[in-house]
T-cell receptor
Framework: AQKVTQAQTEISVVEKEDVTLDCVYETRDTTYYLFWYKQPPSGELVFLIRRNSFDEQNEISGRYSWNFQKSTSSFNFTITASQVVDSAVYFCALRGAAGNKLTFGGGTRVLVKP | KAGVTQTPRYLIKTRGQQVTLSCSPISGHRSVSWYQQTPGQGLQFLFEYFSETQRNKGNFPGRFSGRQFSNSRSEMNVSTLELGDSALYLC????????????FGPGTRLLVL
């Protein structure tokens, strides 16, 4: 069985602060894929980033960066210099080797105050 | 390209009724998946369709069913609605069943009274 845990339920920061969201996953698949999605109040899930299990290179994309560590089964996500528009619920998700089925974490609500 | 569209956006039903939700994937996308989001259970996978065939199914009772048409549009049906079926139902599409990012629609908010 697959499992994704986001221990932080809510994070509150002041604009321009950095925000790091934690994600820990469990899977028996040797090949798997990890995602971060953002859900603003409108409800639509917006894709942010994807990482394959065989590629541990960490990258930066604009104000987003991620830290994937297979040894600790973690896939953390950082928003640099947060903005009010970053306020949303962020979900970490895991896709195994078999088909388009995502297992989601419980989500972390991020509140960025001006 | 237009995104994933879902209709209706909001729906109110009473217990015992049945409901049909519709999803139109991004043009060219052939895989459609459905998810249920509730405050208590979070986001849960319902099922995946590809080439008009159900490929994957989550742990939901048989009251939840779906289908996919030849143009890749998908519908999901919930029969004999229960209060606990009140949720945001999200549809996602991807080009194929291979590793591709799923893109989500705005969802249908269903309230069962």
């Amino acid at each position: 069985a697959q499992k994704v845990t986001q221990a932080q339920t809510e994070i509150s920061v002041v604009e321009k602060e950095d925000v790091t969201l934690d994600c820990v996953y469990e899977t028996r698949d040797t090949t798997y894929y990890l995602f971060w999605y953002k859900q603003p109040p409108s409800g639509e899930l917006v894709f942010l980033i994807r990482r394959n299990s065989f590629d541990e290179q960490n990258e930066i994309s604009g104000r987003y960066s991620w830290n994937f560590q297979k040894s600790t089964s973690s896939f953390n996500f950082t928003i640099t210099a947060s903005q009010v528009v970053d306020s949303a619920v962020y979900f970490c998700a895991l896709r195994g080797a078999a088909g388009n089925k995502l297992t989601f974490g419980g989500g972390t609500r991020v509140l960025v105050k001006p | 390209k237009a995104g994933v569209t879902q209709t209706p956006r909001y729906l109110i039903k009473t217990r015992g009724q049945q409901v049909t939700l519709s999803c139109s994937p991004i043009s060219g996308h052939r895989s459609v998946s459905w998810y249920q989001q509730t405050p208590g259970q979070g986001l849960q996978f319902l099922f995946e369709y590809f080439s008009e065939t159900q490929r994957n199914k989550g742990n939901f009772p048989g009251r939840f069913s779906g289908r996919q048409f030849s143009n890749s549009r998908s519908e999901m049906n919930v029969s004999t609605l229960e209060l606990g079926d009140s949720a945001l139902y999200l549809c996602a599409s991807s080009p194929t069943r291979e590793v591709e990012t799923q893109y989500f629609g705005p969802g249908t908010r269903l309230l069962v009274l």
